[in-house]
């Protein structure tokens, strides 16, 4: 996904959109129509241009190098959206002038793409006010333009690319920069088709992969969800949420199966070692078919003694599961929590359980105490979970305050043997 910002207001009217700002070409406006002027501005010698009157100029540089001008050119006293393609030698190879409007319109923020097809937009002005901001698709091999009609007085601020369409919105901020503009979403094709428009899209802003036009999976390193572009509520159809190990760099890849959507995370742990976590989900439903998340982390013994972050000896005696027949499963936990240190107060912890992908379940609740250095306590306490979606993992939470991220990294844990 590429991702631009364009300025719409008094900066626009300057070409101030953001991601040509080191493109700006200095135009000399008592001598600006001439060839020597051009090339002087783009180190390009245009060869066979002619009625050279030039009101707006900028340079577009594109990956295979070739350059295009754009901007605007004056006719009958109206600025007029204008785009004229070089080739390497200065020769145009084509321009295109839109001479139709009756307000003054020009060209500026050009982008590419994926199909190779270019993206202009072309701002119509009244008396230095925008009235409207119209995509043009450009076809740079012969220069056929095509003029996309949104809506009347539409206007866009941002433009978000993919692999086979773009979508066109207005961000907050320029809605309440510009009186004159609404809130309006274009979804369109690297053809220039419009898919689909309306007052509110859903608008991937982090990894995604498309199933089609209007629906997509996002993944992010905390919830893989599937969502519709066109959106009747805030929520995804569904979410599926994860909790990755402690990293310091995540690369994340999805690709589909059929209905299966496979998400790769690939880590760099905090050792600097290399690990990559899979999770597979039916694309219809959200239903997980497999997660390897579980082999992150080193799971403990029963009956062995461990010692928490918090310096505390924890001991699990057993994890006893009982199912009622009606849907609900119970497990019940001994533990032993020991102060062997010789100055140091520290305040009972409280066990808790996790589901597969590490997403808490039930918690441990009651009063607990201090142990002061060779003080120990014995208990025991039951947790409950529907028994379609049984808890997998036990863990120690020894800071009752801390980040649910922080603690699973540091906890001691250890697996439930579901029968």
């Known amino acids: 996904m590429k991702y631009i910002y364009i300025l719409l207001f008094i900066s626009l009217l300057l070409f101030g959109c953001k991601k040509d700002e080191t493109n700006d070409i200095p135009i000399n406006i008592e001598n600006q129509n001439t060839v020597e002027e051009i090339f002087k501005a783009t180190g390009c010698k245009p060869t066979n241009v002619q009625d050279i009157n030039i ?72 008396n230095d006010y925008v009235l409207a901001v119209q995509p043009v698709l450009i076809t740079p091999q012969n220069g056929i333009a095509k003029f996309i009609n949104v809506r009347e007085n539409f206007q866009y601020s941002d433009i978000t690319i993919f692999d086979n369409f773009f979508f066109c919105s207005i961000n907050d901020r320029q809605l309440n920069l510009n009186s004159n503009a609404i809130r309006w979403f274009a979804q369109i094709d690297n053809e220039g088709n419009i898919l689909n428009q309306d007052g509110e899209m859903n608008i991937p802003q982090n990894y995604s992969i498309w199933k089609d036009s209007n629906t997509f999976i996002s993944f992010a390193e905390s919830t893989i969800e599937k969502n519709n572009v066109l959106i009747n509520s805030k929520e995804p159809i569904w979410a599926y ?83 009622n027949n009606q849907g609900t499963t119970y497990y019940n936990i001994s533990y032993t929590l020991q102060n062997k240190t010789k100055e140091k107060v520290i305040t009972e912890g409280t066990f808790e359980t996790l589901y597969s992908n590490l997403v808490k ?36 939470k020894h800071d009752l305050m801390g980040s649910d991220a922080d603690i699973i990294a540091k906890s001691l844990k250890w697996k439930i043997n579901n029968k």
């Not at 959206?81 to 084509?94: E, M, R």
């Not at 999770?279 to 998340?293: A, E, I, M, P, W």
């Not at 003080?375 to 409950?384: A, D, G, L, P, V």
């Open 241 to 323: 949420k994860i909790q990755l190990p402690s990293h310091l760099k995540c690369e994340p890849n999805a690709r589909f199966d059929k209905d299966t959507i496979i998400v790769n995370y690939k880590l760099e742990l905090a050792d600097e070692t290399e690990k990559t976590y899979t999770y597979k989900l039916s694309y219809t439903t959200g239903k997980v078919y497999l997660n390897n998340n579980l082999d992150m982390y080193t799971f403990l013994d029963l009956e062995k003694p461990y010692i928490a972050p918090d310096s505390m000896t924890v001991t699990l005696h057993s994890i006893n599961i009982t199912n």
């Open 55 to 126: 009101a707006r100029m900028r340079l577009f540089v594109d990956n295979n190098n070739i350059k295009y001008l754009y901007g605007s050119k004056t006719k009958n006293n109206i600025e007029n959206f204008w785009i004229a393609k070089f080739d390497l030698s200065g020769n145009q190879l084509w321009e295109i002038i839109n001479s139709k409007s009756l307000t003054t319109n020009f060209a500026y923020n050009p982008q590419v793409l994926h199909n190779g097809n270019l993206v202009f937009g072309c701002a119509q002005l009244n």
């Open 361 to 396: 379940g039930d918690f441990q609740t009651g009063f607990f105490s201090k142990l002061y250095p060779g003080e120990s306590i014995n208990r025991t306490y039951t947790f409950k979970s529907i028994s379609s979606t049984p808890y997998k993992i036990i863990q120690y």
